[in-house]
């Protein structure tokens, strides 16, 4: 049966509307101290252990973003939320869930020298559930640097999750959600709600779900405007010893900004792919075609902004293997920001360095400093030369893809860390 093309999209098809129900709404990430547990609750709301990496697993810590889809439902006749497709709730016998929302977790790593792979899943997310250990004394020295990075990245809704209150007793509990209370007073997330919970032993994950679905709105899209993905991944399929025409393209993940990709698009990617000229590293922009969309093991025909997708591409896969191209922004060709190899911004500083635990305030920025900064979702390094009252100038180790007005979030290297101290807006 051959379907009937229309002139508008007003009324969608069958075939149209379930490819929109496949891709996750918004992008949800899970930030916190290292060992907090989040890469435990993203398992236990998706069902995906997210650590695959080999030094993942062999350490026990997250080092790359992780992602995961998972399919939010409730039951029609108690209202309980869950992600199985049947109640949990013994008295509703067998009753069938529906679907309430699909999203894409974001499994952000906690460790103090990942920082800047939290700050470039940041700008790929439209919520945040902040972990907080309870067995632990609040703040630790990451959870107060994530926290400022939401709020510098302009992330408006977080959820604070409690866990790990199994192993303490409930005057322990107390005290650690009072210790959260007075760490989130005179902060945006003064008043963000509290869930606590065992993301070990499956407690109140489902208030945390009910909690989720009221305070992460699915935000408004722009899907008419031309598009822009953040590339946080990028990767190799093939396996070892496949014969050349079995090859398959490579594969760039990440999250549409905005507007829409299909299936067949050509498609540029700034910065682009680094080569060595006259003893000079340059960046050359790439130029290929969209060969297949996924989210998570669903193939699409289009994508649009919401939750994280895979995009297949024409690319030789040894330019994508190892995330050589994340950072990058992928869209139409022609119609992507500026590359920058030298940028200028102005600087917003904070008062104290965030992330350390000595109080150390902020000095204002040197010349020939070096800096850690974060736009979009790349990370690279400036080195300053030049100064004014309220803007500095650097160049760039490796050239970044933004328009003037993008927020990019600054750190310096204090002791054996890069550490939070503001951001910039790019002129």
């Known amino acids: 049966?051959?379907?009937?093309?229309?002139?508008?999209?007003?009324?969608?098809?069958?075939?149209?509307?379930?490819?929109?129900?496949?891709?996750?709404?918004?992008?949800?990430?899970?930030?916190?101290?290292?060992?907090?547990?989040?890469?435990?609750?993203?398992?236990?709301?998706?069902?995906?252990?997210?650590?695959?990496?080999?030094?993942?697993?062999?350490?026990?810590?997250?080092?790359?973003?992780?992602?995961?889809?998972?399919?939010?439902?409730?039951?029609?006749?108690?209202?309980?939320?869950?992600?199985?497709?049947?109640?949990?709730?013994?008295?509703?016998?067998?009753?069938?869930?529906?679907?309430?929302?699909?999203?894409?977790?974001?499994?952000?790593?906690?460790?103090?020298?990942?920082?800047?792979?939290?700050?470039?899943?940041a700008t790929l997310m439209d919520g945040a559930l902040l972990l907080v250990a309870a067995n632990e004394e609040c703040p630790q020295p990451q959870t107060r640097e994530h926290l400022m990075a939401l709020e510098i990245m302009g992330i408006k809704n977080v959820i604070v999750v409690q866990n790990k209150i199994d192993i303490v007793s409930e005057e322990g509990a107390i005290s650690n959600y009072n210790q959260i209370k007075e760490f989130l007073k005179g902060s945006s997330y003064?008043?963000?709600?509290?869930?606590?919970?065992?993301?070990?032993?499956?407690?109140?994950?489902?208030?945390?779900?009910?909690?989720?679905?009221?305070?992460?709105?699915?935000?408004?899209?722009?899907?008419?405007?031309?598009?822009?993905?953040?590339?946080?991944?990028?990767?190799?399929?093939?396996?070892?010893?496949?014969?050349?025409?079995?090859?398959?393209?490579?594969?760039?993940?990440?999250?549409?900004?905005?507007?829409?990709?299909?299936?067949?698009?050509?498609?540029?990617?700034?910065?682009?792919?680094?080569?060595?000229?006259?003893?000079?590293?340059?960046?050359?922009?790439?130029?290929?075609?969209?060969?297949?969309?996924?989210?998570?093991?669903?193939?699409?025909?289009?994508?649009?902004?919401?939750g994280s997708i895979g995009v297949m591409t024409q690319l030789d896969p040894s330019v994508v293997k190892s995330d050589k191209l994340a950072g990058s922004i992928l869209g139409k060709e022609g119609e992507l920001p500026k590359v920058h190899y030298r940028i200028a911004l102005k600087v917003n500083l904070l008062e104290r360095v965030v992330g350390s635990k000595e109080d150390i305030k902020v000095d204002p920025i040197k010349m020939r400093e070096v800096l850690m900064l974060n736009v979009n979702s790349a990370a690279t390094v400036g080195i300053v030369d030049k100064l004014s009252k309220d803007i500095f100038e650097c160049n760039l180790k490796i050239p970044i893809c933004a328009d003037a007005g993008s927020r990019i979030t600054i750190s310096r290297r204090v002791g054996t860390r890069y550490r939070l101290i503001g951001y910039g807006i790019l002129q």
Not at 11 to 19: C, D, G, L, Q
């Open 1 to 121: 049966m051959v379907e009937k093309k229309t002139p508008t999209r007003k009324k969608a098809t069958k075939k149209e509307e379930v490819i929109q129900k496949i891709q996750p709404e918004v992008n949800i990430g899970l930030v916190g101290h290292v060992d907090h547990g989040k890469t435990t609750l993203t398992e236990k709301l998706s069902g995906k252990w997210t650590d695959t990496h080999s030094e993942e697993l062999k350490r026990g810590i997250t080092i790359r973003l992780g992602y995961a889809n998972a399919t939010f439902r409730k039951c029609p006749k108690c209202n309980e939320y869950t992600i199985g497709k049947i109640c949990p709730n013994i008295s509703c016998k067998g009753e069938k869930t529906v679907v309430t929302r699909s999203v894409s977790l974001v499994d952000a790593p906690g460790h103090e020298s990942l920082m800047a792979t939290m700050l470039s899943g």
């Open 190 to 306: 003064e008043n963000a709600p509290i869930v606590p919970l065992s993301a070990q032993f499956n407690v109140n994950i489902d208030l945390l779900i009910k909690t989720i679905e009221e305070t992460i709105k699915t935000p408004q899209r722009h899907n008419e405007e031309k598009p822009m993905m953040f590339v946080a991944r990028s990767f190799d399929i093939n396996r070892p010893g496949t014969m050349p025409k079995d090859l398959q393209g490579g594969i760039l993940g990440g999250a549409l900004a905005q507007g829409e990709l299909k299936v067949g698009d050509s498609i540029e990617i700034r910065p682009g792919y680094k080569v060595v000229k006259e003893n000079k590293e340059i960046y050359i922009p790439l130029k290929t075609k969209i060969v297949s969309l996924n989210s998570g093991s669903d193939k699409m025909e289009t994508a649009t902004p919401g």
